[in-house]
């Protein structure tokens, strides 16, 4: 069975970091694609990055571009998601997801709030 | 950026309707769009993918279709289990964008 599970979130305040982590298992990590995908409350899905199988490609929604960085450690199963200068608007449920869009993680809220 | 644009925003319909949502990206996707359902407090799921092609498990009364530009969901026979919000997703190019979704309540 496939499993997603986020942690790290938590309040933060604005001009703060945080690093999201995401376990896997169930299926072959290192093959796979691994994405964070946020929804502030209320609102639609945004994108925010993914890392390619080899991790040697990384991708950004401008709104994020500079402040996070995904990486992530095949020996652990594990993809990240280092956040810095964390803004209001940053405020969110954080969703992991494996390539394909199938498989969702439960999602790990951030609350940037002073 | 390619902008995806759902609609309608919101709909009402009854056990048993069909509805059609639709969804226009800003620039060609070629079949590069997926549907995703999500119910409150829970993490999307996984609908539809390259247009047409329903995921594993999920009924096929839910048709998508379209090219282009231009997609709609359907959905047959609503069930109580299908009021929801539906996002289109394209997944041509980054950055991977979503509609603002269309949230299907009871009449």
């Known amino acids: 069975e496939v499993q997603l599970l986020e942690s790290g979130g938590g309040l933060v305040q604005p001009g703060g970091s945080l690093r999201l982590s995401c376990a896997a298992s169930?299926?072959?990590?290192?093959?796979?694609?691994m994405s964070w995908i946020r929804q502030a409350a209320g609102k639609g899905l945004e994108w925010v990055s993914t890392?390619?199988?080899?991790?040697?490609?990384?991708y950004y929604a401008d709104s994020v571009k500079g402040r996070f960085t995904i990486s992530r450690d095949d020996s652990k199963n594990t993809v990240f998601l280092g956040m810095s200068s964390l803004r209001t608007e940053d405020t969110a449920v954080y969703y992991c997801?494996?390539?394909?869009?199938?498989?969702w993680g439960q999602g790990t809220l951030v609350t940037v709030s002073s | 950026d390619i902008q995806m644009t759902q609609s309608p925003s919101s709909l009402s319909a009854s056990v048993g309707d069909r509805v059609t949502i639709t969804c226009r990206a800003s620039?060609?996707?070629?079949?590069?769009l997926a549907w995703f359902q999500q119910k409150p407090g829970k993490a999307p799921k996984s609908l539809m993918f390259?247009?047409?092609k329903l995921q594993s498990g999920v009924p096929s009364k839910f048709n998508g279709s379209g090219s282009g530009t231009d997609f709609t969901l359907t959905i047959n026979c609503l069930q109580p289990e299908d009021f929801a919000t539906y996002y289109c997703?394209?997944?041509?190019?980054?950055?991977?964008?979503f509609g603002q979704g269309t949230k299907v309540e009871i009449k």
């Open positions: 997801v494996r390539g394909g869009w199938v498989h």
């Open positions: 169930g299926f072959p990590f290192s093959s796979s694609t």
């Open positions: 890392v390619s199988e080899t991790g040697d490609t990384t």
């Open positions: 620039q060609d996707i070629n079949n590069y």
């Open positions: 390259e247009t047409s």
């Open positions: 997703q394209q997944y041509i190019t980054y950055p991977r964008t």
